[in-house]
C-alpha cells in the first residue's frame, strides 16, 4: 500500500485547507484511514479516522472544524480544515489500517499571519 498525501501550504489563522491522501496498491485489505499530525518537538497524534463501513470519528481538537471524506471511485481520502489555528501547525501524515498499517509521507501545514 502506497499513500500519497498533498494539499498541506501556510494559511492565515481563521483560513481553510483540504489535504488529500491517494492510496495506491494492495489496497483491498484497508478497512480505516485515518489522519495524524506531529508538531515540533511533539508527539504524533491522531486527528481524524474513517472506516470503509463509512463511520467517522475525531479528536476533540478537531470536532466541529475538521471534516473527514473519502471518494472510494479515486481510493482518496480528504481532511478538509476549517477555522485553522496556529496550533494545528504541524506535519499531517495519513495513514491506512488493514493488513497492517501503512504511512504517507506527510504534508506541511502552518498557520500563521
Known amino acids: 500500500v502506497q499513500l500519497q498525501a498533498s494539499g498541506g501550504g501556510l494559511v492565515q489563522p481563521g483560513g481553510s485547507l483540504r489535504l488529500s491522501c491517494a492510496a495506491s496498491?494492495?489496497?483491498?485489505?484497508?478497512?480505516?484511514m485515518n489522519w495524524y499530525r506531529q508538531a515540533p518537538g511533539k508527539s504524533r497524534e491522531w486527528v481524524a479516522g474513517?472506516?470503509?463501513?463509512?463511520?467517522?470519528m475525531y479528536a476533540d481538537s478537531a470536532k466541529g472544524r475538521f471534516t473527514i471524506s473519502s471518494d472510494n471511485a479515486k481510493n482518496t481520502v480528504y481532511l478538509q480544515m476549517n477555522s485553522l489555528k496556529p496550533e494545528d501547525t504541524a506535519v499531517y501524515y495519513c495513514?491506512?489500517?488493514?493488513?497492517?498499517?501503512?504511512w504517507g509521507q506527510g504534508t506541511q501545514v502552518t498557520v500563521s499571519s
Open positions: 474513517t472506516t470503509t463501513g463509512g463511520s467517522t
Open positions: 495513514n491506512a489500517v488493514g493488513g497492517g498499517w501503512y
Open positions: 496498491g494492495s489496497i483491498g485489505n484497508i478497512n480505516a
